[in-house]
């Protein structure tokens, strides 16, 4: 069965930084791409960066120059490299995987990241 665990989210002051991790397990496909997704209070869940199993990156516009999305070398993990955080960047943040088939699509519970000073 596979299962998405995120953590590191927390609160954290404007202009903070905040490190997130998920930890996939159960997986029997292979990963084509890696990703973060958030949703803000009252707000349609966003798409916020991606990174394909070659590591190429994509960003929203609105986080680019501030976020690093990684994988782990063994490509069970993935990361969110967060700086500069600002109020708007507030959100439940949910990572998910992907395979090469509709079937393989999964994603975790989410971590809460609050920016308020």
């Known amino acids: 069965q596979v299962e998405l665990v995120e953590s590191g989210g927390g609160l954290v002051q404007p202009g903070g930084s905040l490190r997130l991790s998920c930890s996939v397990s159960g997986v029997t496909f292979s990963i084509n791409g890696m990703g973060w997704h958030r949703q803000a209070p009252g707000k349609q869940r966003e798409w916020v960066a991606s990174?394909?199993?070659?590591?190429?990156?994509s960003y929203v516009n609105s986080v680019k120059g501030r976020f690093t999305i990684s994988r782990g070398s063994a490509k069970n993990t993935v990361y969110l490299e967060m700086n500069n955080l600002k109020s708007e960047d507030t959100a439940v943040y949910y990572c998910?995987?992907?395979?090469?088939?509709?079937?393989?699509?999964?994603w975790g519970p989410g971590t809460q990241v609050t920016v308020s000073s």
């Open positions: 990174i394909t199993s070659g590591r190429t990156a």
């Open positions: 998910n995987i992907w395979g090469d088939s509709p079937a393989y699509d999964f």
